[in-house]
């Protein structure tokens, strides 16, 4: 059975590892909130400019800096002449530090700090300085005139991936979150195949290009060093600035009350927050800086551009035997991360001959790391599409085609599954897009000047569940209508996915209170250690130690008054013992319970961890995307009509949050397959298009009516609350399927990623 610990400390603690199926308390709460689609509860702070972000915040006679990059690709830095700044005003001073400022960001969840010492330059853009003023304006005019002399060596760069390929080397598997596998005979089985699909696909570099700009405001307090941030996962990150500045536990906190996106490229610290720190404790002053969008695309995170080999061996009726999957990512010198794009591969389909291989060629470009959905992002846009090939080829539908390759066990690992629900989303997906009325025959439906097709295209991330903690606290207060009120804290942050809402319902479920009698504090590094933002285990991992927490309450609070914990409801400030036919046989209420507690309140914590389920059982959300498209048939212009999605993930804890989520993911979706593109100049490494002007993302008149359905589906596997990572679903297969929908419209296949109206125009129909 899983493992359940009363653990007595400064305060009760209930610690849960994940080694059994668990009931969830869920279904015996009496408000049932958890699931119902609530307005965030921090909305009306941050429609009305309350919610204030790390930029925003400001401290006495705090000071102004803007980072310094470098202007070539490769070389040494020789000389940064602070001289040259003499006679503009309010320039406070040029900071460096060429042995402890960050070369680059470091990625998610590392412990330690990424690359530090920024005399050698490896890309363009790499901070080297940062000019302190009493104004934002004057830093930024400093920043511009500072003159800086290198030992170019630009012409030693390597800045054009296709001409590196021959270059590449093989990955470090220990420390990337995929391996090399192989299983079968996979080219003997791809040779015996009746059918065949052999291609490769090409994927660019893309930017995370969230809303806030990342930022940090540093000051100190004698020798403890406060951050504000724009982080995602705040315990990892106060671990990486701790390494960087050789600082203890106690003389580092991370403050980020909310943070404006991240989409991966906050998942580590960045440049600023070191530079920050060490200009704030020279000049004795907080110190803010903020960079510039060119700056966040230039010395940030970058998803890495790919070459993905793709090849299925399948019999005539569309049973596959062989699928490989070979990929070449890129990144800087010395660096570790690939792109994991074969994450989903190994359970998605069936198949006796398997193989996944990655290498990865060195770069002078700035880092790669996690951005949405890493790994099936990208990878599952050359699987999806090359299924989509299969069937065409077979003459099958391409849902029958996934139909008939539906594994019962991962196939891979031989494991079962928690849960799968991939045949469940197809066919409500293809129900609600009206799937069964589509034209089968490629370039056979013109309206007008336009050309007219549908995709479709399938869905899969992996779950996970990270190590989490959190505190639960009921206090009297009589300025709540049932006179009491429940604060939780956990280090967790709100990323703009919903975190203070989601975390709120699961609160007050299990309280029997409210949602206006919780409050939520999130975004402090010095609260207990929480998981983090990222790789869709926020809501599953930190709502689980909230959840325990809150448990630990009931049960206490039920001996308290002399109850059961079985026996227990909470319900509108109250404690009822309900018999068997869910009546309440005897009540107390909370505010004369917790008066008899000398603080007038009772604290508890919960801990969640992984365990033996995530080794024992494939876990995964699966989903199925559905796309129309036109393509003007003189132009080539590619427009998105409509899209459909369907998305299983456990129990939803909010509707309306999770359907924002899947808006998100099939947006993005839309950027991939038609217009995301990073490009650098191959002469000297300068990002070309390093603002949102030039790189283009979705904007509403290329988003069309999206349509989100959330399938049913309860993991008693995963966690206490049975729920699952949604976020980055529904990227996976989305642009996929616009790529299919293109084929189907003009009976072009596109391999070359994103699909520009130049790649279709000589080969469309007259």
Not at 49 to 67: T, W
Not at 464 to 488: F, H, N, W, Y
Not at 639 to 668: D, E
Not at 743 to 752: L, M
Request: glycine share 8%; charged share 25%.
């Amino acid at each position: 059975m899983a493992l359940f610990e009363s653990i007595t400390q400064s305060e009760p603690t209930k610690k849960l590892t994940m080694d059994a199926p668990v009931e969830s308390l869920f279904s015996k709460t009496a408000s049932k909130l958890v699931g119902k689609p609530i307005n965030r509860v921090d909305g009306s702070l941050k429609v009305s400019g309350q919610a204030k972000y790390s930029a925003e915040i400001h401290l006495d006679n705090q000071a102004y800096g803007v980072l310094v990059g470098a202007t070539i690709a490769k070389g040494q830095v020789e000389n940064i002449d602070s001289d040259s700044l003499k006679g503009i005003p309010n320039i406070i001073k040029v900071v460096t530090d060429p042995e402890h400022f960050l070369r680059n960001p470091q990625q998610g969840g590392a412990q330690e700090a990424p690359a530090q010492g920024v005399t050698d330059i490896l890309y363009h853009g790499q901070p080297i300085a940062v000019v302190i003023a009493e104004t934002f304006e004057a830093a930024t005019e400093g920043a511009k005139a500072l003159k800086v002399t290198y030992t170019d060596e630009t012409d030693q760069a390597a800045l054009n991936f296709t001409k590196e390929l021959s270059n590449a080397h093989a990955v470090d598997e220990e420390k990337g979150s995929d391996k090399n596998y192989i299983q079968g005979d996979p080219e003997q089985g791809l040779a015996d195949a009746e059918v065949t699909v052999d291609r490769f696909y090409h994927t660019p570099s893309q930017n995370s290009a969230a809303m806030e700009p990342h930022v940090t405001l540093a000051h100190w307090e004698d020798d403890k060093l406060i951050l504000y941030t724009a982080n995602q996962m705040l315990a990892s990150c106060k671990a990486q600035i701790m390494d960087a500045l050789d600082l203890g536990e106690d003389q580092v906190q991370l403050i980020a009350y909310y943070v404006g996106g991240g989409f991966g490229s906050k998942l580590g610290i960045s440049p600023e927050s070191i530079a920050a720190a060490i200009a704030s404790k020279q000049l004795g002053r907080p110190v803010l800086i903020t960079m510039t969008r060119p700056q966040v695309m230039e010395s940030t995170i970058r998803r890495s551009n790919t070459r993905q080999r793709i090849a299925i061996g399948a019999n005539n009726d569309g049973v596959i035997d062989t699928l490989i999957q070979e990929t070449i990512s890129s990144n800087l010198p010395g660096e570790a991360f690939f792109e994991p794009t074969a994450l989903s591969t190994h359970y998605l389909y069936s198949g006796k001959n398997r193989r996944v291989n990655y290498e990865m060629v060195d770069m002078n470009q700035l880092l790669s790391g996690s951005m949405r959905a890493p790994g099936e992002a990208v990878g599952m846009i050359a699987v999806e599409c090359a299924m989509d090939e299969l069937a065409s080829q077979l003459g099958i539908d391409p849902i029958e085609l996934r139909r008939r390759n539906e594994p019962e066990k991962d196939p891979s690992q031989d494991i079962p599954f928690s849960t799968r629900k991939l045949i469940e989303c197809m066919e409500q997906g293809a129900e609600q897009f009206g799937w069964n009325e589509r034209n089968a025959k490629p370039a056979s439906q013109l309206e007008g000047d336009w050309w007219i097709g549908t995709g479709m295209a399938a869905a899969a991330r992996g779950n996970q569940l990270q190590p989490s903690e959190a505190r639960a606290t009921l206090q009297v207060d009589q300025s709540k209508d049932l006179g009491v009120k429940a604060v939780i804290e956990t280090g967790m942050t709100d990323i703009g996915t919903g975190s203070y809402t989601v975390f709120s319902q699961v609160a007050a479920d299990l309280l029997g209170l409210p949602i206006d009698h919780i409050e939520m504090k999130l975004g402090d590094s010095s609260l207990p250690k929480a998981a983090g933002s990222g790789g869709s285990w926020g809501a599953a991992s930190v709502g689980s130690s909230i959840y325990l927490a809150c448990e630990q309450l009931r049960e206490m609070l039920a001996e308290k008054v002399g109850l059961s914990a079985d026996t227990i409801q909470f319900d509108s400030g109250k404690i009822k013992k309900m018999d068997d036919q869910e009546s309440a046989t005897d009540e107390h209420t909370l505010t004369k319970v917790l008066a008899d507690y000398e603080a007038q309140s009772i604290s508890a914590k919960g801990k969640i961890e992984p365990g033996e389920n995530g080794k024992k059982y494939r876990q995964s959300s699966f989903g199925a995307n559905f796309a129309e498209v036109a393509v003007h048939k003189v132009t080539g212009e590619i427009r998105v009509k409509r899209m459909t999605g369907a998305f299983a993930a456990g129990r939803i804890l909010n509707h309306k949050t999770a359907t924002s989520q899947c808006y998100g993911g099939m947006v993005f979706g839309i950027g991939s397959a038609l217009m995301e593109e990073i490009i650098h100049d191959k002469r000297d490494g300068r990002l070309c298009n390093h603002d949102l002007a030039e790189y283009h993302v979705p904007v509403n008149a290329d988003v069309p009516q999206l349509e989100v359905i959330l399938v049913e589906e309860d993991d008693p596997y995963t966690n206490p609350m049975h729920i699952k990572g949604i976020g980055e679903t529904a990227i996976a297969g989305a642009a996929a399927a616009i790529a299919n929908a293109v084929y189907n419209a003009v009976g072009v296949r596109v391999y070359d990623f994103p699909i520009t109206l130049d790649k279709l125009l000589y080969e469309m129909p007259e």
